[in-house]
């Protein structure tokens, strides 16, 4: 059988626990992602999947198991490899546009200057930023804009896996919502692998075609795999009134908010823990959707 495009097996990372023991965050974790996936995960904090996030993006070594994309191992940063942060983490001295073609002229050495910046100008205009406002600096943009910059450098650098790490948790809900929406388009224009950790339920329905389902820490682990059985091309305002969105919405809520305390730490810790598949399809059924339950949940 073939190996996925991106291959976690038998990740386990531990800390030093402050008395002479170690902590382990979470051990012998298996799970892999198709190339072109968007695989968002969620759980409470603590988990690790912040830990996950960083083995992956090769800016941390793991305790034990190994991560293979495209059939190689991943070891230490690479331009194969684009992160987005939570607190955008732009070059504050240069500018938005100049932000982006930093990392194009790193991932393309051999174009020219024009065409660096034409390729920059593009991406930067998928998510509704041009005119004069490119050659504005970090501080003079809002957050929405900044992380826009952040979106456009990453995509523009056409990484083979693109890691967010809750690229919109410091945004208003408006402005969270309009580049969800924008973030989708240049996805769905590429071949782009996604990773993405986020806290928000809603956000990870309407984003991912998979959703990993992490147990609480100390000895956590990927329980489940929720494939998200609503078509594509995908709208906030539509989403909710397809059968299975608030099918899936309820087993998402209901694991975070109790089965993820009961499952932690239930399997044994020399075997290869990888999630069980939940498909939830509605469509298929003659029973009608539940009741929505309340628009939030606090997962954390």
């Known amino acids: 059988m073939a190996k996925p495009f991106l291959s976690i097996e038998r990740l386990t990372q531990q800390y030093p626990d402050g008395q002479g023991g170690t902590m382990t965050v979470f051990e012998n974790a298996s799970f892999g992602i198709e190339k072109g996936e968007f695989v968002c995960i969620l759980g409470h904090s603590g988990c690790g999947k912040s830990t996950i996030m960083n083995i992956l993006a090769g800016l941390a070594d793991p305790t034990s198991g190994v991560v293979k994309m495209d059939g190689f191992e991943v070891s230490g940063p690479s331009l194969d490899r684009g992160v987005v942060f939570q607190n955008y983490s732009l070059l504050p001295w240069l500018s938005a546009l100049k ?3 930093f990392g194009v002229k790193a991932r393309y ?9 034409a390729h920059a100008r593009d991406f930067l205009a998928k998510v509704g930023l041009e ?19 952040s979106i456009a450098r990453a995509f523009a650098n056409q990484p083979k896996l693109l890691l967010l790490d809750e690229p919109f948790g410091a945004l208003d809900a408006l402005t969270r919502g309009t580049i ?34 992490m147990t609480n820490g100390p000895f956590a682990r ?20 397809h059968p299975n969105y608030y099918a899936i919405r309820n087993h998402l809520v209901q694991f975070l908010g109790q089965r993820s305390k009961e499952l932690a730490g239930k399997q044994s810790s020399d075997a290869e823990q990888t999630p069980e598949t939940v498909r939830i399809d509605k469509t298929t059924a003659e029973e009608e959707p539940s009741a929505p339950p309340p628009l939030r949940a606090v997962n954390d």
């Open 180 to 213: 969800q929406e924008e973030l989708l388009k240049i996805w769905g224009g590429t071949e782009q692998t996604v990773f993405m950790i986020t806290h928000d339920i809603d956000e990870a329905i309407l984003l991912a075609d998979r959703i990993l389902l």
């Open 99 to 101: 932000n982006v073609t």
């Open 109 to 117: 050495p051999d174009w020219s200057a024009e065409k660096v910046e």
């Open 222 to 241: 990927v329980a489940e795999s929720v494939e998200i059985t609503i078509p594509r091309p995908r709208s906030r305002t539509e989403i909710v009134e």
């Open 131 to 149: 005119g004069d406002v490119v050659h504005r600096k970090p501080s003079q943009l809002s957050g929405g804009m900044r992380q826009r910059v």
